[in-house]
């Protein structure tokens, strides 16, 4: 299967409209962003987990990452309630569910190899920092390294958002809207970016919330295989 396979194409879905697809779980549901590959698939999607739903341990040969959107999530670690950002390596393991329900924005198969960094941060709680080079804008660390930054970044209202991504980038809208161009981005819109993009948006006059990763260097296609 692929879904928005080819990364240096501009892709753009408003995942609050799509239809929840079954998976092979019983109570569990996707929305697919970008897919390559069937069950077992380099995947951004939103799942849903119904009250008392529960997936098979399973370890994640290229990591996972993940923010929940709604609800609780849980696996042996313990409660992952709204709002909380996750990490986990690759080689990792879990029996992930929920058992009030929940949705997750959820990359598997994406990480470096060689990252075996453990990140678990609640954007509800976690201070913010303003941007020094935008006003307007503040923000939240998630994640570094030398392939990709990831944040929250809040936007105050009806800002302009003028950018380029040498190496690409995709974001998720949390809360809010912004426009670019005749597109209007609002909540669960995701938009990837190739390399070499450039962004010309206005935040709308409610401001706006997203997650964002930008790349730093060449996006890479791992092999998880082995």
Not at 36 to 54: C, F, K
Not at 82 to 106: D, E, K, M, W
Not at 133 to 141: D, P, T
Not at 146 to 164: F, K, N, T
Request: glycine share 8%.
């Amino acid at each position: 299967m692929q879904i928005h396979a080819d990364f240096s194409r501009r892709a753009l879905v408003h995942a609050a409209e799509l239809s929840w697809l079954a998976s092979p779980q019983p109570g569990v549901e996707r929305r697919m962003l970008d897919r390559i590959g069937d069950e077992v698939a380099r995947a951004t999607s939103l799942v849903r987990y119904a009250p008392d739903s529960l997936f098979p341990a399973h370890s994640h040969a290229g990591g996972e990452e993940y923010l929940v959107l709604e609800g609780v999530f849980q696996d042996e670690k313990g409660d992952h309630p709204t709002g909380r950002y996750v990490r986990n390596p690759p080689g990792s393991r879990h029996t992930p569910g929920s058992t009030t329900g929940a949705v997750i924005f959820v990359k598997l198969r994406q990480f470096d190899p060689h990252d075996q960094q453990q990140i678990e941060v609640d954007i509800l709680q976690a201070p913010q920092q303003r941007d020094p080079n935008r006003a307007g804008v503040s923000l939240q660390m998630l994640h570094a390294d030398s392939h990709e930054l990831v944040q929250i970044e809040h936007w105050q209202a009806s800002q302009p958002w003028q950018e380029s991504f040498p190496y690409g980038a995709e974001l998720l809208m949390l809360s809010g809207a912004l426009a670019e161009g005749k597109e209007h981005l609002r909540r669960w819109s995701w938009l990837r970016l190739p390399a070499g993009a450039q962004l010309d948006a206005r935040i709308a006059a409610e401001g706006a919330v997203l997650w964002i990763k930008r790349y730093l260097a060449p996006m890479q296609m791992f092999n998880h295989d082995h």
